[in-house]
Nanobody, 125 residues
């Protein structure tokens, strides 16, 4: 069973940047849809960014468009989230997710079968 291992995250001041990484521990990389989600205290988990199997298509929540960039390196079984111009409202625990298929609705949690352990991102004003 595929396991996703996350790295990156941490604390940064508003306007700063962070990069999250997510690597599949299974040797068999599933070239299906992947995404990043986040969950702030007291809020539901929300989709942040999604990416198609080959990386040609990317999708973003309105709140992060123009600031975040999702990418993947299938040769390394890796998924990335570059976060620039961070705001205090970006503070949340971030999770990577991988599907067993090509998903239609990238921001729906139920579309994904595998999840990373989560990593905290804290942005101070």
């Amino acid at each position: 069973q595929e396991q996703l291992v996350q790295s990156g995250g941490g604390s940064v001041q508003a306007g700063g940047s962070l990069r999250l990484s997510c690597t599949a521990s299974d040797d068999t990389n599933r070239p299906y849809s992947k995404a990043w989600f986040r969950q702030a205290p007291g809020k539901e988990r929300e989709g942040v960014a999604g990416i198609s199997p080959c990386g040609s298509y990317t999708y973003y929540a309105d709140s992060v468009k123009g600031r975040f960039t999702v990418s993947r390196d299938n040769a390394k079984s890796a998924l990335y989230l570059q976060m620039n111009t961070l705001k205090p409202e970006d503070t949340a625990r971030y999770y990577c997710a991988a599907a067993d298929r090509i998903v239609v609705r990238w921001s729906e949690e139920g579309s994904y079968s595998y999840w990373g352990q989560g990593t905290q991102v804290t942005v101070s004003s």
